[in-house]
């Protein structure tokens, strides 16, 4: 059975950092494009950022660039993002996703793969 399974969400003050991570299990994730998602109250889920099976192609909506940076740890099946200087707005539900598609999709139709999700909250 395929699991992506997200942790570290919580909650932060503005201005401050969170790491989420997502662990992979039930099959090789290795070759996969591993992507982060979100979904704010009220709200389409939207792309927020994407990298490529071997870490060398990043894709970031505009919004979280030059503070979020997602990465992977191929050995450990983990994928994470490093969310800097949060804001209120980034407040969502983040979910982690696999997509079989290179170079890196930025839309979810184009992910096979989804974790239940963790929740990101920012207060001002």
């Known amino acids: 059975q395929v699991q992506l399974v997200e942790s570290g969400g919580g909650l932060v003050q503005a201005g401050g950092s969170l790491r989420l991570s997502c662990t992979t299990s039930?099959?090789?994730?290795?070759?996969?494009?591993m992507g982060w998602f979100r979904q704010a109250p009220g709200k389409e889920r939207e792309f927020v950022a994407a990298?490529?099976?071997?870490?060398?192609?990043?894709y970031y909506t505009d919004s979280v660039k030059g503070r979020f940076t997602i990465s992977r740890d191929i050995p450990k099946n983990t994928v994470y993002l490093q969310m800097n200087s949060l804001k209120p707005e980034d407040t969502a539900i983040y979910y982690c996703?696999?997509?079989?598609?290179?170079?890196?999709?930025?839309?979810?139709?184009?992910?096979?793969?989804w974790g239940q999700g963790t929740q990101v909250t920012v207060s001002s």
């Open positions: 996703a696999g997509s079989a598609v290179s170079p890196p999709p930025t839309t979810q139709a184009r992910y096979n793969y």
């Open positions: 039930g099959r090789t994730f290795t070759s996969y494009t």
């Open positions: 990298i490529s099976w071997y870490g060398s192609i990043t």
